[in-house]
């Protein structure tokens, strides 16, 4: 479909979230956790209170549902609870709904459920497992702009899909430029690939997704970063962000690799494990990860608590 014909389709809706501007969309987003109460449900009240801390840290939005979020572990009735959760601060700040999915009619039901719910966007990364073509993986994406009223954020993450966004594919040529797409969460060390996609379309926008590379995500044209680590760290990150937007890229490096000091530490015994062990730690109880994902044990506790202690500025172990 051409560009006109989605650009114009989506502004004579009149939805706010299409024109939602640059400026409005940019800044740090916590890639979500899902939380749980003791017995292993979905907890609105503590994943509610993680998402307060965050925006008293500076957070300009959130990216819900997502791989933080443990979404392909949740049943397609937890996903969109989770959504209900989060949709009580719709209007209140920016809202990013992880639709993801392998079939395209679960990813249009999630969308569909979310904009009712009063999130701006959609994202989902491209259908994997059955090898689709770069045409049926278009074909989704249109379809769930379709569904949402919107368009739909890319989360690249070829890491785990093991699905490239070539720039020399024509049918993704055509996708980036086709009005039907927001722009890319790039969840790659690639991110010259990043730069050649925004190169094909001026009007698309980038989040970093890695939060590893976030100066570098910043340097190559990111209006903002995504990451899941900002659950229980976000103000050091919003530091690194903010400075390196005031040309103080050596005290934003700095903080960068330090963060990344971090970042391997959880990445060695389990990321998602131990941003909810961290946020434990900090006041926020949030349940264990679900299985097959396995809890720290106290020498993994302890090596991570020492490495954060060490590396994390001064106050940023914010207390409930």
Known sequence: MAHDTWYMKFKMRGKKNFMKTREQLGGIYSASITAYDEEGRISAAAL?????????????????????GECFLLTEAERIEVFEAASSFSGKTNLIA????????????????????????????????YGFSSKEICR????????????????????????????????????????AILGVKQTNYNLYQMERILNLNPDLIA??????????????GCVGSIGSTFNMMLPHYKRIFDLFNKGERVQALELQHRANNCMEAMCAVGLIPA??????????????????????TQEQKDYVDGVLDKNLVAGEHFKG
């Open 48 to 68: 509610q209170r993680v998402m307060e801390r965050n925006l008293t840290e500076g957070a300009a939005g959130f990216f819900v549902g997502g791989s933080s």
């Open 140 to 179: 989704y994406y249109y379809d769930i702009a379709e569904a949402s009223g919107a368009p739909v954020l890319i989360y690249n993450f070829p890491g785990n899909t093991h699905k490239e966004f070539g720039t020399s594919d024509l049918a993704y040529v055509e996708l980036f430029r086709s009005g």
């Open 207 to 220: 989040f970093n997704g890695y939060d590893e590379t976030m100066v570098a995500g910043q340097a190559l």
């Open 275 to 296: 941003i909810k062990y961290e946020l434990a730690r900090q006041g926020y109880p949030v349940g264990r990860a679900r299985r097959p994902f396995m809890p720290l």
């Open 98 to 129: 992880h639709v993801g999915a392998i079939s395209t009619e679960e990813a249009v039901r999630y969308a569909k459920a979310a904009m009712k719910l009063g999130f701006d966007f959609t994202a989902a990364p491209a259908p994997f497992y």
